[in-house]
């Protein structure tokens, strides 16, 4: 595979700690969901990156299929107990479209679904279930 791009981040103190990009440009305080405290968590982190890689990934594959659509991706991520033991996460991909009908907007969806390098990374191993609104 031909690498375009990468990128570092280092952590410290886990879920409690705080995490930055090696280059500095960027960083946050971590704390646990529901802790009350003031700072961010993996999963909001992960939503965010998901989010907006799905969204740039929808308007490539709507160019490609010269559809004159605008869209709008919001990800929820969810984290819980295996059944076997350890954790995992749970993804819900919520896109409102604007300029096509319902079908030609699940059909976008799914295709940009199997472009995304998010999507291309979780398959197979979490549970991402797709929601479209065509407006």
């Known amino acids: 595979m031909k690498i375009f791009y990468k990128t570092r981040a280092t952590a410290t103190g886990g879920r ?9 440009s960027l960083g946050f305080d971590l704390t646990r969901p ?6 961010v968590n ?16 929808f308007a490539m594959v709507a160019q490609q299929r ?5 869209g709008k991706t919001s ?18 991909i919520h896109v409102e479209t604007h300029g096509v009908t319902e079908a030609e907007a699940r059909a976008l969806i799914e ?6 390098p998010y999507s291309n990374a979780t398959r197979g191993n979490i549970d991402v279930r797709l929601h479209v609104t065509a407006l």
């Open 16 to 24: 409690s700690g705080h995490t930055e990009l090696d280059d500095g």
């Open 34 to 39: 529901g802790a009350g405290q003031t700072g």
């Open 42 to 57: 993996p999963e909001q982190l992960f939503a965010l990156g998901y989010a907006a890689c799905f969204d740039s990934a």
């Open 66 to 70: 010269k559809l004159e659509v605008t």
């Open 75 to 92: 990800v929820e991520v969810g984290i819980g107990q295996r059944p076997e033991g350890g954790y995992a996460l749970d993804i819900d």
């Open 111 to 116: 295709a940009t679904h199997q472009v995304c």
